[in-house]
């Protein structure tokens, strides 16, 4: 069959599950008084739309920084002004300042789950089909089984359509520089994800190796010459896209600061809730929380993260490859919970890297319990793993030599740790994940250890974090696939 | 007309509601009371077959929710009941998955190597398994059709396959699940009669009355008065036949239901509405002599016709009766195997629909999936297939109305269009184009059509005036692609009758 009408298809039934799981419960759904993060939007839509720019992001008498205050940069600000012009011209009870708080109508539910599916629509998955028609390697038919699987991936899908955030436009836009990246359009590429960055600050993970790989890039090509010429032009594209993101909030130095101020709130703890990270998991041998003060922590954390990420990206300054941008910016995941979906689709192309990815969905059970989303949980993850099986075991055989696992696994026997065939390890994976599931689902911690499976789920979703980085490092310092060394692509 | 739309609603989104209400009444009360109850609206009246399987899953519904068990707990709907029905659903499905597989074990391989997408097996696979009516009905608007149709299917492949006892049992059981297939009985009958109980022909075709075997006859007889006698064995040791048959068979309702089945009768309602308004228009008649309501009214009773005669349910017997009568009487006097009787009973199945009492468009699926069998095969079928598929699924969209359902459908539709209109172009592509192109723009003028209805007309100032113009509209359209498709399924079997059988 053609290839646009596979295309076609696929991105149909990637719609479909969309819609799917939009028809279920949101976050916050019917909790007064402060609900979820799905009031929070329509809250902001609120705000953008009936107060002056000056005032979106200052505490004043119409706008309470306390409830759903807006904590993004201004594109998000844009974004929401946008939906609520739309709102209110269908029904202008949903954005009526003050009155509409905590509104909640299925007419409404329908509207805002449209705002997100034309978001994605119109951002990410044109981005996705793209990259992978063009990006990947292989047959026609295994770049769209490639695609097919990024797109179902459950992680965004339930976040997105279910909790209900907008995910896909900032990672769609961060996909979108990848894609310029990898086409050699790199203004263009810089442009796009500086976008990203202005939509959710939590891309910034990602900022640090695009900033390697131009720069390095740059270096390369000369820094006397054509190296500066770009550079010149990558740094004056970003200003200026960056300037005209904040332009209403340039006019007084105040107003930037107050945003700058609401987009990173240094006040908050080193985790919140139980997250699959590092310091969640130390927390359970040593109560960090209690050891350090908050200043402090943040100042660890921030050297940690610095520390953790700057072997790849050094390793990128020296040999700015697309390929090593691609490794690098796996390698910058570990470390923060939210910014995970990003790398999905980078690696798809071999079944054993589809089992940290939905580990990391695992990981946030317990998020979905609390939403109500047990079942899109459940059918979109089974669906996603028999496609990602189904599809690509099928059409790539996972060899050591390809997976470059030679070097890790002498690293794990170093460690004792017994590290058979590697599909074992994908299925004792696979099988942990569907035991902590059941037992979040539906066991009943014993009453001293409320957050017993949280907690497991979190160390659980770590140690495979922590495989994965250690694997993707590994993979980088390591040369190449040797086709591609033969193209000196460098 | 508030009232009329208020009536439509309710009669349509209903089927989660009368499932729930039969799992009630299977279980709470003795076989005595099933077809004397009425508290709801909703009585059971599907034959006893289909009332002992409701009693076996209502003994796995115990479990999910007691109280959608109590006769009355109308329209009870609780999380338990829905994640039930639709789980009752999925899980029957399996019927059908396995008859899916067994028919495209039936269908003919060409030789060469292929890869796994353009094979007719697979492509047979897909149109079956993603059928957009079938899952638009069974898992949005809630039957059990993909349980019922793999039975249908299921016997078609044991006949195609030469295992005739089986596929007989089969369809007994069939008939006495849903009543419905009724339609394709007489193909089933004569084809079993000519072709099984004759075992021989003679050299030219016809009947050889030497070769009757009275025992092939006998056991055929046995296996369907055993499975009768099964179903209904209860029922006339009760004396309760004539009022099982009269929930079986309710005469009562109009020649329409609310939203006209594209068949004939959707276009003899419109050409009577059309001479009435002319005749007043002209003159010729007075406004006062029309009878008042009309079928556009949308409650499901008996009307006249202002203009041309009614029509009655004997004249529509009559009419099915015709209209099936050459198809049924080609397979005996030139069978042509097992191939000539799919046809049959395609034919059965959309002159039934084309010309039946009180039909629902949901019955086009009767045609729609047993002609997919034939469609992978040879190239004209294919294109009649396209036209037929097309229209009867679109036909579909007025069962899906509200807003959160229109993506849905729309997308499921696009999907399921594109790839039978693909892979079928790709597996015939060496014999030239599928579909005329005149067909092509009547095809595409579904999709005005489509854009009008769905989009367009909601947000104009006729929304009030006329609430059912959409779904007339709708049905008049789709209604002639029918009436073509069925004609042209005619001429494809009748023009056959020439040419030797092609298998045997």
Partial sequence: MQTWSLVSICVLLAIIARWGVSLNSYSGAGKPPMFGDYEAQRHWQEVTYNLPIQEWYFNTTNNDLNYWGLDYPPLTAYHSWICAYIAKTINPEWVELHKSRGYESTQHKLFMRMTVLVADLLIYIPAVVLYCLYLTDGSSKKKVSIMFCFLLYPGLILIDYGHFQYNGVSLGFALWGILALGLGWDVLGSMAFSLALNYKQMELYHALPFFCYLLGKCIKTGLIGRGLFLLVRIGVTVLATFALCWLPFLAEPSQAMQVVRRIFPVARGLFEDKVANTWCSLNTLIKIKSILSGDSQLYLSLACTLLAVLPSCIRLLTKPTFWHFKLALVSVFGIQHWAVFKPTGLKCNEICYACPFLVFVCSMLPLFLKDGLLVPYIVTSLGFLFFSIYLLSALDHCSEDKLRLGAYNKLFYCLFIPWGNHFLHFYISIAAMVGLSIATAVLIPPPHLPDLFPVLVSTTAFLHFLGTFIHFNVVQFSEPPSRKSQKKSN | SQQHVNVISCIRSTDFEVHRNWLAITHSLPVSRWYYENTSEWTLDYPPLFAWFELGLSQVARRFDANMLQVENLNYASPATVLFQRLSVIVTDVVFIYAARECCRCVREPKGSRDVLSRPSFVLAVLLLWNFGLLVVDH????YNGFLFGFLLLSVAKHL????????????????????YLYVAPAYGVYLLRSYCFAQDNKDGSVRWSSFSPLRLLALGAIVTSVCALSFGPFIAMGQLPQVLSRLFPFKRG?????????????????DKSLAVLGVRLKLLEEAELPPASMTGGLV????????????PAVTLVCTLLSILPAVASIWLRPHGAQGFLRCLLLCALGCFMFG?????KAILIAILPLSILAVESREDAGIFLILTTTGHYSLFPLLFTPAELPIKVVL??????????????LHSAQGSLLHPLEVIYLLGLVAVAIACEVVFPLSPWQQRLPFLPLLVTSVYCAMGVCYAFLRLYASLLLRREEKPKQL
């Fill in chain 2, 413 to 426: 539709m696009l999907m399921f269009t594109i790839f039978s209109f693909t892979a079928l172009r790709k």
């Fill in chain 2, 301 to 312: 009773q008996e009307f006249e016709h202002s203009v041309l005669p009614s029509v009655t």
């Fill in chain 2, 357 to 361: 009492w009180h039909v629902h468009e």
């Fill in chain 2, 255 to 271: 020649l329409c239901h609310a939203y006209w089945a594209p068949n004939i009768w959707a276009l003899y309602n419109v050409l």
């Fill in chain 2, 161 to 180: 396959q030469s295992q005739h006892l089986q596929g007989a049992l089969l369809f007994a059981f069939l008939l006495n699940l849903k009543h419905i």
């Fill in chain 2, 140 to 143: 949005i608007h809630f039957q």
